[in-house]
């Protein structure tokens, strides 16, 4: 397998519209201010963390494909736009890109709407608006506004499924069907969301916003950062509780350098962190928690904590950076990041001893359809990813690594 850079990153957060707003508010290290969000029928408000408005109204704003859409998508496509700058300057627009966008809740504020006015009047409700109610609307949007999307997908799944996003693209980058890919978590936020949030964990504030990461085999493309890790999904069952499958991503990752960084998806629920905590109870090193500042992003928290572990890498605060992502209620998964060295050998793809995780076994049924964004539920889809399984020989355990040279 190819090694795979991190081309560029991509921030909307409670901090702000850019990952240079989200390095200061975890640099602060304080949680950022609450917002009410009101509750029909109820007196006291609910609470979240919202978006700021931009300083100024982002350009593609003005594309007639954005000009009705939600916030979850004007979210993401300001992380890809940010994402992609660099390749964009360097390649011209010409590269061939790939396309992750990984959904949790998806695309509340406009279903709330839509079935909001079916229930007061049907025969008033604006069937428009249903485009902007399904999961792969902020993909289909995406494609047309990038332009040069070749190969679009969406996947579906608690936060972690993130990760498995990167998995598939490192394997589009490794069969050349792209030569770059964007991974993309995002969210926005209802008073749905933020009711539902509170029955289950109460003392958790949600948070809208998105993260994208660029990926890529070419090493003049790099911000210093090389994708070097990516352990296998290990997904809840009766017979494999999430304490166990914290424990199991926890191991495969192994034991780190000194002076590496944590990127952990602890928030504010005790019972909800109680096995990441245990999991990484022996990591004596730097940590970082998005969540305690930024709030529960759903998948744009799984988003941020990448970004934040790229950003640290890129930055040469750290020579590399973990990522933790124990998701709610379906897998844990880990990655780590650290900085790029010199390419060895010739400029061509060398095989590495490893590839990019798979999924879930004994499932399977992910599309190799190029020609649409295909909603997939992360976990369940095994086909291509497994595929990169041909590629590799295992070292220690079944840890997916992307290796700088085949020695």
């Known amino acids: 397998m190819s090694r795979v850079f991190v081309a560029g990153m991509g921030a909307v957060?409670?901090?702000?519209w850019t990952v240079a707003d989200l390095r200061a508010a975890l640099d602060q290290g304080q949680p950022l201010p609450i917002q009410p969000v009101v509750r029909p029928g109820r007196e006291k408000p609910?609470?979240?963390?919202?978006v700021p408005n931009p300083s100024a109204r982002p350009d593609f704003m003005a594309h007639p494909r954005l000009r009705r859409t939600s916030p979850i998508t004007h979210y993401a496509a300001a992380v890809a736009l940010e994402a992609v700058a660099n390749l964009r300057a360097s390649r011209n627009g010409s590269s061939r890109l790939g396309l992750v966008v990984c959904l949790q809740s998806g695309c509340v504020n406009y279903c709330c709407r839509f079935y909001d006015e079916t229930l007061k009047d049907p025969s008033t409700a604006s069937p428009l608006l249903f485009?902007?109610?399904?999961?792969?609307?902020?993909?289909?949007?995406?494609?047309?506004?990038?332009k040069n999307v070749s190969l679009a997908y969406t996947l579906v799944g608690d936060p972690a499924c993130f990760l498995q996003g990167a998995a598939l693209g490192a394997q589009w980058l490794e069969e050349n069907r792209v030569d770059a890919c964007l991974i993309i978590?995002?969210?926005?936020?209802?008073?749905?969301?933020?009711?539902?949030?509170?029955?289950?964990?109460?003392?958790?504030?949600?948070?809208?916003g998105g993260g994208a990461l660029c990926l890529s085999c070419d090493p003049e493309l790099s911000v210093g950062v090389e994708l070097t890790a990516i352990t296998?999904?290990?997904?809840?069952?009766?017979?494999?509780?999430?304490v166990q499958a914290a424990q199991a991503m926890r191991n495969q990752l192994g034991k780190s350098s000194t002076g590496e960084l944590l990127c952990d998806g602890l928030g504010d629920s005790p019972r909800t962190d109680a096995p990441e905590l245990a999991a990484w109870s022996d990591w004596t090193g730097s940590r970082v928690s998005p969540k305690r500042i930024l709030g529960e992003g759903l998948m744009a928290a799984?988003?941020?904590q990448c970004v934040a572990a790229c950003d640290a890498v890129a930055s040469g605060r750290?020579?590399?950076?973990?990522?933790?992502?124990?998701?709610?209620n379906h897998q844990a998964i880990g990655a780590r990041f650290a900085r790029a060295t010199a390419a060895s050998g010739s400029a061509d793809r060398e095989p590495s001893r490893l590839a990019a995780a798979t999924t879930?076994?004994?499932?399977?049924?992910?599309?190799?359809?190029?020609?649409?964004?295909?909603?997939?539920?992360?976990?369940?889809a095994r086909g291509p990813i497994q595929g990169l399984l041909r590629h590799c020989v295992p070292v220690g355990s079944s840890i997916s690594h992307f290796s700088p040279s085949a020695s």
């Open 13 to 16: 957060s409670p901090a702000g």
């Open 46 to 50: 609910m609470q979240s963390r919202e």
């Open 131 to 146: 485009p902007e109610t399904v999961y792969a609307a902020p993909a289909s949007h995406l494609a047309t506004l990038l």
């Open 185 to 208: 978590g995002a969210e926005e936020t209802n008073w749905i969301m933020a009711d539902a949030l509170w029955h289950i964990e109460r003392p958790a504030v949600i948070a809208s």
């Open 232 to 242: 296998d999904p290990h997904t809840y069952s009766a017979r494999n509780s999430r």
């Open 302 to 304: 799984a988003a941020w």
């Open 318 to 328: 750290f020579p590399a950076a973990n990522v933790s992502l124990v998701g709610s």
């Open 360 to 380: 879930a076994p004994g499932h399977s049924g992910l599309s190799n359809s190029q020609t649409c964004s295909y909603v997939l539920r992360a976990g369940t």
